[in-house]
T-cell receptor, first 111, second 111 residues
């Protein structure tokens, strides 16, 4: 059973379109992170959100942590081919050292 | 920049062989992790270590063991490789702010 469910699993869009990726759980997380992984590389951290309702922006990427700290979303505005990659959410529970990763969303942005 | 290196990018082994995957980090991080990544399943934690000679089982430790003799090095061992251990293996180290830094991964094929 996956603690963190990501949707959609695959997303293929045209350059310039907007998109939203969701990360949902029935568990409460003390913090939630989003990573992006490109082919042949390990995941790279994009952002960490820690407060319920928090919104963080990273250029065209907007990250939101749900009020109850059980879910998160990633919104990309005017997607570009360089945004192509596997997007992973990961949650930390309490003082645990380890993260729980979602199953990932494979995004392809076509020129 | 934090650097996490893994000994091999690609590895092909035969069923029953003993396999060693090495990981080295250069930022003096205490916490290190081994994951396997399979399509549709995200990253699953195999083992982690929070100090030299200290280790804890993750979600899927069966068939694996680890060794942490020095702070910078964390090894994953497959005592007797099986075909269901064919996967991408990712090593990570974690900084005090809970950001995980990943190596490029080792794609292991067991024939």
């Amino acid at each position: 059973t996956q603690l963190l469910e990501q949707s959609p699993q695959f997303l293929s869009i045209q350059e310039g379109e907007n998109l939203t990726v969701y990360c949902n759980s029935s568990s409460v997380f003390s913090s939630l992170q989003w990573y992006r992984q490109e082919p042949g590389e390990g995941p790279v951290l994009l952002v960490t959100v820690v407060t319920g309702g928090e919104v963080k922006k990273l250029k065209r990427l907007t990250f939101q942590f749900g009020d109850a700290r059980k879910d998160s979303s990633l919104h990309i505005t005017a997607a570009q081919p360089g945004d192509t990659g596997l997007y992973l959410c990961a949650g930390a529970r309490g003082s645990a050292r380890q993260l729980t990763f979602g199953s990932g969303t494979q995004l392809t942005v076509l020129p | 920049d934090v650097k996490v290196t893994q000994s091999s990018r690609y590895l092909v082994k035969r069923t029953g062989e003993k396999v060693f995957l090495e990981c080295v980090q250069d930022m003096d991080h205490e916490n290190m992790f081994w994951y396997r990544q399979d399509p549709g399943l995200g990253l699953r934690l195999i083992y982690f270590s929070y100090d030299v000679k200290m280790k804890e089982k993750g979600d899927i430790p069966e068939g694996y063991s680890v060794s942490r003799e020095k702070k910078e090095r964390f090894s994953l061992i497959l005592e007797s490789a099986s075909t269901n251990q064919t996967s991408m293996y990712l090593c990570a180290s974690r900084d005090p702010y809970n950001e995980q830094f990943f190596g490029p991964g080792t794609r292991l094929t067991v024939l």
